[in-house]
């Protein structure tokens, strides 16, 4: 019989059943035993199997402490979020402890207070949000004292300093009884782990140990945030500080390979662009837009500070850099874009710096390149012979083709535009293979053959571009031999558009008719010359067929444009001065009979007429 009550016995233990079943099969078995002894040994089995029944209940709670434990040492290996962690920590404290709710905080040094960080199981909003003066309330106390504190009912607790929105929060969530422990890292505390019943009751010392080594884990796991925080912004400021190097580095091989190849303000606002992920422009000293997108701003003030201080300047679009050559301001480029860290804006300024170069190499070139344009033109012009050969063989090597007929320009610049005019005319130069330069006091430009009016009015679209102006003479194309003529020709209708005050204006000799004749400086050659140019092709006509066209070209002006008068001073049909005048309109065009045209005529007429 009693073999059999303790098998009974270790079946409940088996089967983890409840304290009731072991008193009813005592009750039972006590009541079937036949004698006081086996009663008490019933009662021996029934003690002993209870006590089995503790251990092995104390056993399994370890167990899932220890396990609890490790599952989250491994955590803490496995996960870098720290709130994942003090999550996970909180929740596993809370199941273990068998607690209503489980909270973590961290104390802030700046304000005095310990805040809430993670909370489980709370019922009220207001209580994740609350914060907690240091030394107030169970939570302050031991997130100020470092050492653990509890109590079986808080609100009847005098231990603890109680305000009123602290123990309303508490009310709210029915909060009776409170374990604490500190967080420490490196001997400091850093907040408290609490766990929380909504009843009365005792906390013995292997829940407070338990909820310790949770709190050592938590202090762990804010360490290793803390640590690895520090390594991720040490690794981005690598990785940013690598990058920077990188676009430094391609930034300055771009800026460079640009210089090296000549390239212009245009080539280094596209790169400055490209490179920034921005629009740029190029300005001037004096603020004009000289190259890039004509969309970007200028900012006058930003420009001024920035050549103050060195340094690019922000704007509310994007940055402004000015390059200085010594004391000089030489350019500015501004960034349209978005905002850039200090390396970036370094590398506008190398950009803005790069650009100063370019402008004072391209200075440097136009100004080597008017000196010796001035030189050859000296040469050219001037009315004592040079060596035909070695002058070609000098343009040559300038780049200028001077073998065949030669068209020449001279350009009187406004006022102060002389050295811009000069540059617009070298740069046309260099574009039509000719040579241009200062001399005695205009601008010249000798390009090969080509219609004269037309260069005249390509030199003064050059002006106007790059904003100035100039009135403009033309002569030509003439042999090269006469090049020194035709410049005296070109000079000459200069002149007259000067003294007629027809400033801005491009003309050559048939363009001034007989105003070059009454107001240039004029000789028996130049007055040939005119009535070559007038009459020329008539007078050609015949001699080369004995014709008298001319004669009556004389008759009709005289005749005031009668053809009955004319036909009776030449004794000759109407009809044939109407041949005759139809012959002269084949020679010299439609419009010889508009009134400017006529005067040049009649002028030349009455000249070829004095000099017979």
């Given at each position: 019989m009693m073999s059999g009550v303790s098998r009974s016995f270790l079946d409940l233990l088996y089967d983890e059943a409840p304290r009731s079943q072991y008193d009813e099969l005592l009750a039972s078995g006590t009541a079937a035993a036949s004698s006081d002894a086996?009663?008490?040994?019933?009662?021996?089995?029934?003690?002993?199997?209870?006590?089995?029944?503790?251990?092995?209940?104390?056993?399994?709670?370890?167990?899932a402490e220890l396990s609890a434990l490790y599952e989250t040492a491994s955590d803490l290996t496995a996960i870098r979020d720290v709130d994942a962690i003090l999550a996970a920590i909180v929740r596993r404290a809370r199941q273990l402890l068998r607690a209503d709710m489980t909270y973590l905080s961290l104390n802030d040094e700046l304000d005095g207070a310990s805040y809430m960080k993670v909370t489980d199981g709370a019922l009220t909003p207001e209580f994740r949000r609350l914060r907690l003066p240091l030394g107030t309330g169970l939570l302050g106390l031991v997130a100020q004292t470092g050492a653990p504190y509890f109590t079986e009912d808080y609100q009847a607790d005098e231990?603890?300093?109680?305000?009123?929105?602290?123990?309303?929060?508490?009310?709210?969530?029915?909060?009776?009884?409170?374990?604490?422990?500190?967080?420490?890292?490196?001997?400091?505390?850093?907040?408290?782990?609490?766990?929380?019943?909504?009843?009365?009751?005792?906390?013995?010392p292997s829940e407070v140990s338990l909820l310790t080594s949770f709190a050592a884990h938590a202090s762990v796991a804010l360490e290793n945030a803390r640590l690895f925080a520090e390594l991720d912004a040490a690794n981005r400021n690598l990785t940013e500080h690598t990058r920077a190097v990188e676009a430094a580095a391609t930034a300055h091989d771009r800026l460079t390979d640009l210089l090296l190849h000549g390239g212009g303000t245009d080539e280094i606002a596209l790169v400055l662009g490209d490179l920034l992920h921005g629009r740029v422009a190029v300005l001037d000293p004096s603020g004009d837009r000289v190259a890039g997108d004509p969309r970007v701003a200028t900012w006058p003030e930003a420009v001024e500070e920035s050549v103050a201080s060195g340094h690019c300047v922000p704007t509310p679009g994007g940055y402004?850099?000015?390059?200085?050559?010594?004391?000089?301001?030489?350019?500015?480029?501004?960034?349209?874009?978005?905002?850039?860290?200090?390396?970036?804006?370094?590398?506008?300024?190398?950009?803005?710096?790069?650009?100063?170069?370019?402008?004072?190499?391209?200075?440097?070139?136009?100004?080597?390149?008017?000196?010796?344009?001035?030189?050859?033109?000296?040469?050219?012009?001037?009315?004592?012979?040079?060596?035909?050969?070695?002058?070609?063989?000098?343009?040559?090597?300038?780049?200028?083709?001077?073998?065949?007929?030669?068209?020449?320009?001279?350009?009187?610049?406004?006022?102060?535009?002389?050295?811009?005019?000069?540059?617009?005319?070298?740069?046309?130069?260099?574009?039509?293979?000719?040579?241009?330069?200062?001399?005695?006091?205009?601008?010249?430009?000798?390009?090969?053959?080509g219609d004269a009016r037309a260069v005249g009015d390509q030199l003064a679209a050059a002006v106007t571009r790059a904003g100035s102006s100039a009135t403009v003479g033309v002569a030509g194309p003439a042999p090269a031999a006469q090049v020194a003529a035709t410049y005296a020709e070109a000079r000459g209708c200069l002149e007259t558009l000067l003294t007629l005050g027809r400033v801005g204006e491009v003309t050559d000799p048939a363009g001034l008719g007989v105003a070059r004749l009454l107001l240039g400086a004029n000789g028996p050659a130049q007055l040939a010359e005119f009535v070559e140019r007038e009459l020329g092709a008539v007078s050609a006509y015949d001699d080369q067929r004995g014709t008298s066209l001319v004669a009556t070209l004389d008759a009709w002006f005289a005749s005031g444009g009668s053809l009955k008068d004319t036909a009776a001073a030449l004794h000759v049909h109407p009809n044939t001065v109407t041949q005759r005048l139809d012959r002269v309109t084949g020679l010299l065009g439609d419009n010889w009979r508009d009134p400017q045209r006529a005067l040049d005529l009649q002028l030349a007429l009455r000249v070829a007429r004095l000099q017979a």
């Open positions: 086996e009663r008490e040994r019933l009662r021996a089995d029934h003690d002993t199997a209870l006590r089995l029944r503790e251990l092995i209940s104390r056993q399994r709670s370890r167990e231990r603890f300093v109680h305000r009123n929105y602290i123990d309303e929060a508490v009310e709210g969530e029915r909060i009776r009884a409170i374990l604490g422990v500190p967080l420490v890292l490196e001997g400091r505390v850093i907040g408290a782990l609490l766990a929380v019943h909504r009843t009365v009751r005792k906390f013995p402004v850099a000015a390059a200085l050559a010594g004391s000089e301001h030489v350019s500015t480029v501004v960034l349209e874009g978005p905002p850039l860290p200090s390396a970036e804006q370094r590398t506008l300024e190398r950009g803005a710096l790069v650009t100063a170069l370019v402008v004072l190499l391209a200075r440097t070139v136009a100004e080597a390149e008017e000196r010796i344009g001035g030189e050859l033109l000296r040469d050219l012009l001037s009315p004592t012979p040079h060596d035909p050969v070695l002058v070609r063989e000098r343009a040559r090597r300038h780049g200028a083709q001077l073998d065949g007929p030669l068209t020449v320009a001279v350009a009187g610049p406004a006022d102060g535009g002389r050295q811009v005019t000069a540059r617009a005319a070298a740069r046309l130069a260099d574009s039509l293979h000719g040579v241009a330069g200062e001399h005695e006091g205009t601008v010249v430009l000798v390009v090969p053959d």
